[in-house]
T-cell receptor, first 119, second 116 residues
Framework: AQKITQTQPGMFVQEKEAVTLDCTYDTSDQSYGLFWYKQPSSGEMIFLIYQGSYDEQNATEGRYSLNFQKARKSANLVISASQLGDSAMYFCAMREAFISSGSARQLTFGSGTQLTVLP | DAGVIQSPRHEVTEMGQEVTLRCKPISGHDYLFWYRQTMMRGLELLIYFNNNVPIDDSGMPEDRFSAKMPNASFSTLKIQPSEPRDSAVYFC??????????????FGPGTRLTVL
């Protein structure tokens, strides 16, 4: 089974509007972390936001927020007030528990969502 | 602060040649990761090191690939001999391990490898 699922290969949003990028995950660990990265056309991977499985509050970083619904195993990224520079590929990733997993330090990535912000 | 540094940024080589990719992690980070990104397979972990010691190399495709980390500030990924199917973007990432906390991996700019 896929550990990270991003069901939206492509999304369009009008400039200044908010957009939600979906991410669902699958793990049996109780302790895990969820990450979002942005990859613009220039190719670099830019860390955006992190949510720990024990965090009670949804993570926020500027215009980025993470809508974390643990029971549903979803960790959707919300970008508010979209800007043209937000056009990029967005990846959701998970790191499973430090203790229980032999390769605990690795990230498992989803297939990504290509976001295009329209002027 | 300097981020993860990779060189070269672009490499074009012919099949059969040896290719060496280089990475300098963020100073003080104790984990280093090598990833490969292709359209077909997405982002795949190849190998990672903790305190210069390889921990998991199960993602290394075959014996043609090797990675070393002789010290805390330098790692190499070598492909010998290279094949066209090795064409991909290779990322190096580093992190500082903090248990039960966000040991975020920070990525380098990547090396785009083309094997003709």
């Amino acid at each position: 089974a896929q550990k990270i699922t991003q069901t939206q290969p492509g999304m369009f949003v009008q400039e200044k509007e908010a957009v939600t990028l979906d991410c669902t995950y699958d793990t049996s660990d109780q302790s895990y972390g969820l990450f979002w990265y942005k990859q613009p056309s220039s190719g670099e991977m830019i860390f955006l936001i992190y949510q720990g499985s024990y965090d009670e509050q949804n993570a926020t970083e500027g215009r980025y927020s993470l809508n974390f619904q643990k029971a549903r195993k979803s960790a959707n990224l919300v970008i508010s007030a979209s800007q043209l520079g937000d056009s990029a590929m967005y990846f959701c990733a998970m790191r499973e528990a430090f203790i229980s997993s032999g390769s605990a330090r690795q990230l498992t990535f989803g297939s990504g969502t290509q976001l295009t912000v329209l002027p | 602060d300097a981020g993860v540094i990779q060189s070269p940024r672009h490499e074009v080589t012919e099949m059969g040649q040896e290719v060496t990719l280089r990475c300098k992690p963020i100073s003080g980070h104790d984990y280093l990761f090598w990833y490969r990104q292709t359209m077909m397979r997405g982002l795949e972990l190849l190998i990672y090191f903790n305190n210069n010691v390889p921990i998991d190399d199960s993602g290394m495709p075959e014996d043609r690939f090797s990675a070393k980390m002789p010290n805390a500030s330098f790692s190499t990924l070598k492909i010998q001999p290279s094949e066209p199917r090795d064409s991909a973007v290779y990322f190096c990432a580093s992190s500082l391990a903090r248990q039960y906390s966000t040991d975020t991996q920070y990525f380098g700019p990547g090396t785009r490898l083309t094997v003709l």
